[in-house]
């Protein structure tokens, strides 16, 4: 899944603002590159970033969405938490509605996904960090998300779990999230997983932002041994031939004839 931001403040500094020429020209590049999906974002997600209404959201998301509806091939997906963008983002073309709130900010997006029968990506956040029991209530929070979705009308094989790499977690959080991602298959569903170029990573290795590249491929490279389905990231190219060949490690390989 190669990231796709149509904002002036992206955290990663990827952010295209207005520009649906450049939005569409990266698109294209992320399919020649080995993408599967585009994740577009029309809000900020970094901590601390000002929220966004739903109009100036649409401003934002709904041209670039038209424009790569014939630019590229590739299913859309909408990164949103507000039922209305998600609805008018699904009419103009997106397949995969991808809620960084698991439907505990707005549940009517499961009913959009429902009646559209669009793909929904339910991810696990919350406001602190403070669990009693992390990975465990990591889960519980999860299973309400899904029970929304159920209760909705969402069918299971339309329902793909993330369990929030980087959102109200801490960095040793976030990494035990890593080391325990195969918990997660207890839910049921494929799981996505996002680590590109996150604050973790750059704590570890005590690097900014335009240079994780190499702490991102270790974390895809853990999350397919545990069990991760899709990957979002913002280098595709590089990321597209990390998660092949740990692919090929963890689920085999045929030579071709």
């Known amino acids: 899944m190669g990231i796709l931001n149509v904002t002036p403040d992206s955290f990663s500094g990827d952010g295209l603002a207005s520009d649906v020429k450049a939005a569409a020209a990266r698109a294209k590049a992320f399919e020649n590159d080995g993408a599967d999906v585009i994740d ?34 590739l299913p859309l997906s909408i990164d949103t938490y507000k039922s209305q963008v998600a609805a008018a983002a699904i009419r103009d073309g997106v397949a995969i509605i991808n809620d960084v709130w698991g439907l505990l900010h707005d549940a009517r997006i499961a009913e959009v996904a429902a009646k559209r029968g669009a793909i ?90 335009g240079e994780r590249l190499e702490g991102t491929a270790a974390t895809i490279a853990i999350a397919i041994a545990k069990g991760a389905d899709m990957v979002r990231v913002h280098d595709v190219k590089a990321m597209a031939r990390v998660a092949k060949m740990s692919d090929a490690i963890v689920r085999g390989w045929t030579a071709p004839e």
């Open 40 to 73: 577009i974002g029309g809000e900020s997600t970094r901590p601390g970033a000002k929220p966004v209404g739903a109009d100036e959201e649409m401003g934002r998301i709904l041209p670039v969405v038209k424009a790569l509806t014939s630019a590229t091939s």
């Open 120 to 209: 929904l990506v339910v991810m696990h956040n919350q406001h602190g960090t403070d669990y009693e029991d992390f990975v465990p209530d990591v889960l519980q929070s999860l299973a309400r998300s899904l029970e929304l979705a159920y209760q909705a009308g969402v069918p299971g094989e339309h329902i793909i779990v993330d369990p929030g790499f980087g959102f109200g977690k801490t960095p040793a959080q976030n990494l035990e999230l890593l080391r325990r991602l195969d918990e997660f298959k207890s839910l049921g569903h494929p799981l996505l997983i996002g680590t590109s170029r996150k604050s973790t990573i750059g704590l570890v290795l005590d690097l900014p932002v």
